[in-house]
DNA sequence: CTGACATCTGAGCGAGTGCTCATACGTTCA
DNA sequence: TGAACGTATGAGCACTCGCTCAGATGTCAG
């Protein structure tokens, strides 16, 4: 466990050893971890929050929903894959048409909580990155 | 309002045209989108993750949380300095050492509320990409 | 001031992302 | 069966991301 590491960072914690052994038991496990980032990569663009929250109205075809967040045909469906991989978009085919529901509502309580957080943030000024 | 578009999905909507109107109105606004797809941007991404699940137990230096998620003091520097853009972490500086916090305890309750999210997905099998 | 330490930052590279284009697939209708 | 329609998919490209490396900045001890 205290193998030799890369020491790029300074030699020892600065802060108290317990605390740090207690801190090592209560992070989340790494499987949660990636699963959790793969979660919420995909929320993390524009176009596919403009999918998931147009679904969250309720069920709607390919076409119809390309047309309503203003994106093509391709691009929209590519997305949906995407979303239908991850279990947050569900498929039902009805003749030709295909149509799309949220396969999970805790997106729309994570979309709202997001959205707090982001209307707080508005209120005080954004720093800059550079 | 109702131009020519490039016309790359069907011709008109399949769904009650009223509903679609309504739609549109409910959607999240477009300012909204963007600042909620760069919030969970900023959370889809495994290291970055492990960060803030970190600093969710308290305050550390960046040596400390360095090694605590086994990554390199610069990459640590580099990724709390978009947390600090964000406005999702605060950095706060004693001596040579530069200590940081959450910065938004609605991350904490994203955080939960994904895990949730995760845990039920799992017990379902995944679907395949291809 | 000088050296040591903790942190920050810019450049640059390999890997991944989101789109378009062309095309294949599945269904309906004549 | 064959054409039309809605959808799915693979290839390719411009762009972004997250890391490392080298060096700058800021702080403290002697």
């Known amino acids: ?56 109205h309720g069920e709607l075809c390919v076409c119809d929903l390309a047309q309503l967040i203003g994106l093509s045909q391709s691009a929209t469906s590519h997305q949906l894959r995407l979303l239908r991989a991850l279990r947050l978009v569900r498929s039902r085919r009805a003749g030709r048409m295909v149509f ?3 396969d999970d509502r805790h997106i729309v309580t994570l979309f709202r909580q997001g959205l707090r957080h982001v209307e707080e943030a508005a209120v005080k000024p954004r720093r800059r990155l550079a």
């Open 1 to 56: 466990m205290a193998a030799a590491e890369p020491a790029e960072a300074c030699d020892v914690f600065h802060i108290d050893p317990a605390r740090v052994a207690g801190l090592r038991g209560a992070l989340i496990a790494p499987s949660s971890v990636d699963a959790l980032a793969e979660t919420f990569r995909a929320l993390g663009d524009p176009t596919r929050v403009r999918v998931l929250d147009a679904l969250s």
């Open 100 to 102: 799309y529901t949220l």
